[in-house]
């Protein structure tokens, strides 16, 4: 069946450190990947975008690869700060639609930036 | 720009009651989709309008779920004869092309 994983339990990080999620997906050929920050009682917000024929890309302090072999994302914050603690999304469209399939979440990573 | 806007943020109802949710996306975004979240989960789509045409519905959306958009505009969700199951956050979100933008989602809670 398809699946999508992320860090279950919450990823604790000193500030300044870099941060890194990762999302592993089986069963899927996704025609790209999104990232979403979302907050407590908050829609989720977009921060990137990455396509399968793409190897990386990066927004100020984010970066996201993207390794169709191995079936995986990561999503890195450098110079973190305490205002980057949230819950932090991986989404994928399937091939199938032509990119209007709706989103398919995991469940999401919850970052803790300490101070 | 006033974003996606939904309405009511919260709605409280008894079970096998009818509610109806709204969503007004950003106007110029012509793809629309609804998603329900629950605790702990991340947001699982339930249906998606290329303006006023319902083009996919999940396999999660039963026969008691209906969405409309009427001239492409404004979404409306409505579930009948509520179940206590249907407790979640119900989110909306448009887009242009690919990045979809979040409303803030209206919480039902079904007693």
């Known amino acids: 069946s398809q699946k999508i994983e992320q860090n279950s339990e919450a990823l604790n990080i000193q500030e300044g450190k870099t941060a890194t999620l990762t999302c592993n997906y089986t069963?899927?050929?996704?025609?790209?990947l999104q990232w979403y920050r979302q907050d407590p009682g908050r829609g989720p917000v977009f921060l990137l975008l990455?396509?399968?024929?793409?190897k990386e890309k990066r927004k100020e302090r984010l970066k996201v690869t993207f390794d169709t072999t191995l079936k995986q994302s990561l999503f890195h914050i450098t110079a973190s700060q305490p205002a980057d603690s949230a819950t932090y999304l991986c989404?994928?469209?399937?091939?199938?639609?032509?990119?209007?399939?709706?989103?398919?979440f995991g469940k999401g990573t919850h970052l803790i930036i300490q101070p | 720009d006033t974003g996606v806007s939904q309405n009511p943020r919260h709605k409280i109802t008894k079970r096998g009651q009818n509610v109806t949710f709204r969503c007004d996306p950003i106007?110029?975004?012509?793809?629309l989709y609804w998603y329900r979240q629950t605790l702990g989960q991340g947001p699982e789509f339930l249906t998606y309008?290329?303006?006023?045409?319902?083009?996919?519905k999940s396999r999660l959306l039963s026969d008691r779920f209906s969405a409309e958009r009427p001239k492409g505009s404004f979404s409306t969700l409505e579930i009948q004869r509520t179940e206590q199951g249907d407790s979640a956050m119900y989110l909306c979100?448009?887009?242009?092309?690919?990045?979809?933008?979040f409303g803030p989602g209206t919480r039902l809670t079904v007693l």
């Open positions: 979100a448009s887009s242009p092309l690919d990045e979809q933008f």
């Open positions: 069963n899927y050929s996704p025609a790209y």
């Open positions: 990455i396509r399968e024929n793409e």
């Open positions: 989404a994928l469209v399937p091939h199938s639609g032509g990119g209007a399939d709706g989103l398919t």
């Open positions: 106007s110029e975004h012509n793809r």
């Open positions: 309008f290329q303006n006023e045409a319902q083009l996919e």
